[in-house]
């Protein structure tokens, strides 16, 4: 087996990297590592195995590489809560929401392998990520500080290869994801016990040069300036060799950030997405194209390419979904900011739409569209598409 092979990645998602929550370095080694497990295996099943001799291997001092000391750490897993903020997907409330790391583990002796559950929320951020931070585990190994692990995963997130960056952060920010809001309420207190600390580590051993310049408003400190200078390559796996298995991902999430992040090369662990690069994007129908930038055109033939759209019931859903996303942000085209709620909605009517009707025939769903009186299952995909861009005409001129 090459280096290349041996390389383990965890595509560390931008909201959970965004999140809060406080445990120890060696704790937070075994947590990163069954998120790696979960997303090599993404079997849907909210869970993965991990072997009782990987995570001894994860813990530096070979007289604490015990079971007991990996039953105490996974029990400290299971009651950590994580803290992240998200939006209500229904209408835009901002909803905090606090998930234990992970939910349950099983230990099966004679396999001598951990069976490890995660809530289905958190397992969502999991595999479903589009915005990343790609960290290499043997890198984020090495930190003997929690804080530093937390802030590598933050400055990866933003970071391009020798590149030098600046991103600014405020110190509320900082401290929520650090997980010290109640710790060090004090700046000077919080500088020299984390700050200070995790970006001396990350520059000794994080591959990657790191300085801080302070944001003051009078006198007060309210932000941290980062300038980071990142050695560690953001694409790990030779092109020509691994083609079958590699995608693009543009790290978008807003309109502010499309200049600030770079576009990342990943290994992707879906089969069917997989696929994709094998198929010409030019066979998949994608009705009421107009309605797309090109970017999030190319998005949703990523994501969507397995659902058949010249199929009635599917394109039902997806006009009707077209048409909510358009009116929630009175816009004229489905942009990146609109994306992710779009992609979230669409996706999870047609999988309940799918799993109701077990594989048959949508049902004829009398639904009302715009001010259109007459319903959409009187028409065939060809007619809604155009009463759709008639609909919308108005927001062109």
Known sequence: MNEENKIELLMHSKQLVHTSYEVT???NRIFYYCLLNAQKENNGSLKCTVKLEDLKNLIPSKNQRTLVNIKKALEILSTSLLEFEEKDIRDGDDVECKYT???????YKNKEVFEIVFLEELYNHIINYTVYAPLNLDILSKFKSFYSQRLYELLRLWSRTDIEITKEFKLD?????FGVENKYPNYKNFKQRVLNQAVKEINTVGNMDVTIEEVKKSRKVEGIKFIIMDYEKRKYFN???LKQNIVQVDEVSSTQEVEEIATIECIANDKETNQLTNKSKSDFYVPCKKLFTARTLELFKEDFFKYDFKEKGNNLILSQVIVLTLD???EEKIKVKSYNYFKTVLMD???KERYENNQKSIPQVKTRFHNIHQTFTKYTPEELEKKLLESQKDKFK
């Open 101 to 107: 790391l992970i939910a349950m583990h099983k230990y």
């Open 239 to 241: 092109k020509e060799k």
């Open 349 to 351: 009517k047609l999988k």
């Open 25 to 27: 370095a060696i704790q």
């Open 173 to 177: 920010q900082l401290k929520f994801i």
């Open 328 to 330: 929630k942000d009175d």
